[in-house]
């Protein structure tokens, strides 16, 4: 290889350069442990675990079924009885977005614009 | 040759492992929902919601202004004036809701003056036929309704439906709504708008917000039961729907 002195440095250096976000981000999502904690401690519509990484889908499928199928309750697993509802459900507990949702969405980056429509969300709009 | 058969095997074990990776369960995504939807106890139920919307008790301009005040300030719709305009219930002259058949239609009693107008939730709805992303739907009740998380804005519901009855946010309906509704969404830019007979309330066991607001000129019920009281009310008086020869089948009527 020509210049081989130049070339091997210099492309030590681009990777590194290119790969410094994630080498110092640690990778992997980032959990945050002082999110606001819920009003009623007695347990989520589901699992914790299930609604820390998909509460989307919960949400998505509550969406579905009050819209498209007129159900506006939802019965949990464990027998609870949960009006289809983000303010009437979720913000009852969670009354304090800016700091539940918020906190992690920003933290991993997450950008969603439920807020731009459904009222009661932090700045951070979802 | 060796050489060749060694590369071989290699990339065949890197090509699996690459698609075992990519099959490989995710230990969240393996998680399902545990519970299922539920229609509330209270649901108003029909095969087929009609409106009934009595002409002779719409007689002064304050009648009007109460019944659209009551949807309009619920559901957070903006008031733009002009050509940007979102409405879900709104009036208009006879003469431009009837077009061409306001003669015959004046012929049979039909009064000079204003009309109430909305979405028609047709038997055949030509909005939900366009939307290109099933934004727009016919619920089995006939409610023809939409899911504002899915509109993308492309309005082709707008030019296909007959009777004018949806808005376009041009801009953020927030910055024209005097007094926001915590109880109901607003809408985003770049997103259509209508009526959706108050399903929302139906499906918790209560009348849409026109029909309670109207004292008794605009009657709601399923059409399809002959003892309900639209069906009732449409045997006994003359009735006209907007546009019939069309065929879309529009579900508000007319008393004249």
């Given amino acids: ?126 | 040759m060796k050489k060749r058969r060694r590369f071989l095997e290699l990339a065949g074990m890197s090509f699996l492992a690459l698609v075992g990776k990519i099959l490989q369960p995710d230990p969240v995504r393996a998680f399902s929902l545990s519970g299922v939807g539920r229609v509330h106890a209270r649901t108003l139920k029909a095969k087929r919601w009609a409106m009934l919307i009595d002409t002779l008790k719409f007689n002064d301009a304050e009648k009007f202004a109460v019944v659209i005040r009551a949807c309009h300030s619920f559901h957070n719709v903006p008031s733009i004036a002009g050509g940007q305009e979102v409405k879900w219930i709104w009036k208009d002259t006879v003469e431009r809701v009837f077009g061409e058949e306001t003669a015959d239609y004046k012929a049979k009693g039909l009064q000079a003056g204003d009309c109430l107008l909305s979405c028609n939730h047709c038997d055949n709805p030509a909005c939900v036929s366009v939307c290109p992303v099933g934004a727009t739907f016919r619920r089995p009740d006939g409610i023809v309704a939409m899911d504002y998380h899915r509109c993308i804005g492309c309005r082709f519901c707008m030019s296909a439906c007959p009777y004018g009855a949806r808005s376009f946010n041009f801009s953020d309906p927030r910055l024209h709504i005097a007094a926001l509704n915590p109880d109901y969404p607003a809408r985003a830019r770049g997103i259509v708008e209508k009526c959706g007979f108050c399903s929302e309330l139906l499906d918790r066991g209560e009348m849409p917000l026109c029909v309670k607001a109207s004292d008794g000129a605009i009657v709601f019920g399923d059409l399809a039961d002959p003892d309900s009281g639209v069906s009732r009310l449409l045997s006994k008086r003359t009735s006209i729907r907007r546009n019939e020869k069309l065929g879309a089948g529009p579900g508000l009527y007319y008393l004249i």
């Fill in chain 1, 1 to 126: 290889m020509y210049n081989a002195k130049y070339i091997v440095p210099g492309l030590v250096l681009f990777l590194l350069v290119f790969s410094a976000p994630f080498l110092l981000s640690g990778g992997g999502t980032r959990i945050v442990q002082d999110l606001a904690p819920p009003l009623d401690k007695s347990g989520c519509v589901e699992d914790r675990l299930f609604m820390a990484s998909s509460h989307m889908r919960l949400l998505s499928f509550w969406r579905d079924q009050a819209l498209r199928e007129g159900k506006r309750e939802y019965v949990s697993g464990s027998g609870k009885v949960f009006a289809i509802s983000l303010r009437g459900t979720c913000f009852s507990c969670h009354a304090d977005p800016a700091n539940f949702c918020d906190k992690c969405h920003l933290v991993n980056g997450a950008r969603p614009y439920c807020g731009d429509c459904h009222q009661g969300f932090g700045e951070g709009r979802g």
